[in-house]
């Protein structure tokens, strides 16, 4: 792997962008099946239940991702499984033809055509290792038929490549409407030139993507995917002595996939309605299925900083503890995991890599109250345990700010029509225009 710097890699990206505006030309001359077809082909590729590809996928980011061998093959296993041919063609139903290319409303005797059109090349600046958004980066785009530049993020400089190898053995001139730089995201020259693009997404923290917005155009479009985080909430039909264990294993698979670094794992789990005796069942369920998660999906590399927090956050919790709170320290074997029973609601940090904190909550208004600073971040929570009213805590949960609810359990497998951070998939990537002039 090449990293590019400083002005010549800068001339090499506009010339990646160059060549992308030559290949747009015949993207955007392809008939629609030589177009979705292709697109389909790639993600049944990944998704498929026996895929050599995401095995050479996960095989390849095994010497440094920091992720086990084991958390790779199943996180790429589930994240990918909904991502299908079938389901590119619903996504395109839902925001591309349903009322996208009909007739509006005019005087009589004149009709105006609308239509979605993609940018003329789009650049997407990637962030953290998670392999997922990467499939998903290309094929958006390209969807609309807009080529893209694809700028790897420090910790993932591999599955980008692999995805444009595979995209290219499927279709060759498709794959020529891909294109992947690597370059360090401080690289002032070298983003600056991909920041050429019509289009621009930018995913990270929220200072990295201010950094990026400030380099784009008013004319550019700019898409952002800031800091997100997401949260379990089990009512007290899912602490039943018979319901429990099951949960609790959910909840363990969703925060062990991924060593917790992905938005859509959880950083805590809100008990509604019930004691502390049973918020510190849950806790003590939850470890023992941390306990057997690390068998199955061992944990990855931690950085000696989030260690330290960990460290850190555990010895104050058993401080509380000490001093009377009812509070309940649980640490795992060689501090794989760590779970805090905590006596309240309130935020306190998560160092992450399967460190998760249990708060128990009155009722959802106590739940929706303390939940309101973290609303903006929110992207996705598990729900069970409320019986006919699972509906209406939803609900109440994406008017927060939330943009996904499921079930615990399928955090980490969002279908491919997730509306990511609110907005549509394809059609936050598109200008929608209109003619007045018909045949």
């Known amino acids: 792997m090449r990293l590019l710097a400083g002005e010549p890699g800068a001339r090499e990206i506009r010339e990646q962008l160059r060549s992308l505006r030559s290949a747009g030309r015949a993207l955007r001359a392809r008939p629609t099946h030589a177009l979705y077809g ?3 082909e790639l993600l049944d590729a990944f998704g498929a239940e026996r895929s050599a590809a995401r095995d050479a996928l996960a095989a390849a980011l095994a010497a440094n991702s920091g992720f086990s061998g084991a958390v790779l093959r199943e996180g790429l296993r589930r994240g990918f499984s909904a991502w299908t041919a079938a389901s590119l063609r619903e996504l ?19 009709r105006t055509a609308r239509e979605l059109l993609g940018f003329e090349t789009t650049a997407t600046f990637l962030a953290g290792s998670i392999p997922m958004p990467t499939l998903l980066e290309v094929v958006a785009p390209l969807a609309l038929r807009s080529p893209v530049l694809i700028k790897t993020s420090a910790g993932d400089r591999i599955s980008a490549h692999r995805i444009a190898e595979v995209l290219a053995g499927i279709d060759r001139e498709l794959g020529e409407c891909v294109r992947v730089a690597d370059f360090a995201g401080e690289d002032a020259a070298c983003t600056q030139a991909a920041c050429g693009a019509a289009c621009v997404i930018a995913t990270g923290s929220d ?29 007290a039909a899912a602490l039943a002595p018979r319901e429990l264990a099951g949960w609790a294993e959910r909840i363990a698979l969703d925060t062990s996939l991924w060593d917790q670094l992905g938005c859509l794992s959880p950083i805590a789990v809100y008990v509604v309605g019930a004691d502390l005796a049973a918020s510190a069942r849950l806790a003590s369920a939850l470890a023992r299925a941390f306990a057997d998660a690390e068998a199955l999906l061992p944990r990855g590399a931690v950085p000696a900083s989030a260690l330290a927090r960990a460290s850190f956050e555990l010895a104050e919790a058993e401080m509380r503890a000490a001093g009377g709170s009812p509070v309940e320290v649980f640490r795992g074997s060689g501090a794989s995991f760590a779970v805090v029973r905590e006596a309240d609601a309130a935020l306190r940090p998560t160092p992450l890599y399967r460190f998760l904190r249990v708060h128990p909550v009155a009722d959802a208004d106590e739940l929706l109250r303390a939940l309101a600073p973290l609303g903006p971040q929110l992207a996705c929570a598990g729900v069970a345990g409320f019986g006919e009213a699972d509906a209406a805590l939803a609900a109440r949960l994406l008017a927060l700010g939330a943009s996904r609810v499921c079930r615990p359990g399928e955090l980490q497998s969002p279908p491919l029509s997730w509306p990511r951070d609110g907005r549509p998939v394809l059609r936050s990537l598109a200008r929608e225009v209109s003619s007045e002039l018909r045949d």
């Open 38 to 40: 292709p697109l389909g």
């Open 92 to 110: 395109v139903e839902l925001e591309l033809r349903t009322g996208a290319q009909a007739a509006t409303a005019a005087p009589p005797g004149r």
């Open 207 to 235: 200072e990295s993507v201010a950094a990026l917005r400030a380099r784009v155009g008013s004319s550019q479009r700019f898409l952002a995917h800031g800091h997100r985080l997401s949260l379990e909430v089990l009512g």
